[in-house]
């Protein structure tokens, strides 16, 4: 399966952000807040379609999903009732590995994509790997017997005090187990991205 493999501290010196949850990345954009490469110090002309393009890619590295994937993301909330730029967000929220992530069973949205994909987690009673699968309103997402005391959901507890979880999931510590209570709203969607910019990059 494709994926991105690279530095992480890049994609965020690159967008000007911290995109990755690690001390990694915000330490990167401490000693050298400006892009990579020879010409990162430079100025350069901030076009409207530049800024289209960087909020999108800055999107796609948040949720570690590679260009063909993010523009069917596109396509589908282009299809669904409502705000385009909104179903987007939402449909990459739903994402199985984003959803263990913000449970609280992963640091980061990496090591859930992995968790997932080595099927330590199971959605309501059936194993799952696939990073992608987009759960639905009362999915209840557990852990494997055997995962329950694993190095990386041991480390992701002990960060629970400081990180807020959003009100659309719920966490039961004791049984592993993370109850997706509705779908998110945009409101309750706390990534730097502005989608509408995405919509204008591909209406274009």
């Known amino acids: 399966m494709a994926r991105y493999t690279g530095p992480i501290a890049k994609q965020s010196r690159r967008e000007r952000t911290v995109l990755h949850a690690n001390l990694k990345s915000a330490r990167a954009m401490e000693k ?15 076009s409207e379609y530049l800024l289209q393009l960087r909020e999108k890619q800055k999107a796609r590295r948040i949720y570690g999903v590679l260009e063909r994937q993010f523009r069917n993301y596109y396509k589908d909330a282009v299809r669904r009732e409502g705000q385009t730029g909104e179903n987007l967000m939402i ?6 590995d984003n959803v263990v992530f913000r ?19 199971r959605v309501n009673g059936k ?7 987009q759960v639905r309103a009362g ?4 852990l494997r017997d055997r995962s329950r005391n694993i190095v990386p959901v041991i480390g992701a507890l002990e960060l629970k005090g400081s990180r807020e979880m959003p009100g659309w999931v ?30 204008e990059l591909y209406s274009k």
């Open 32 to 46: 050298r807040p400006y892009p990579p490469g020879e010409h990162g110090r430079g100025r350069m002309k901030e």
């Open 91 to 96: 449909s990459l929220e739903r994402r199985l």
């Open 103 to 121: 449970g609280g069973l992963a640091r980061t949205r990496r090591e859930a994509r992995q968790l997932v994909n080595h099927k330590h987690f």
């Open 127 to 133: 194993t799952v790997n696939i990073p992608s699968y």
């Open 139 to 142: 999915d209840v997402i557990t």
């Open 170 to 199: 719920t966490l039961d510590d004791a049984k592993r187990e993370i109850t997706v209570v509705s779908l998110p709203e945009r409101s309750q969607i706390d990534v730097p991205v502005t989608e509408q910019l995405i919509v």
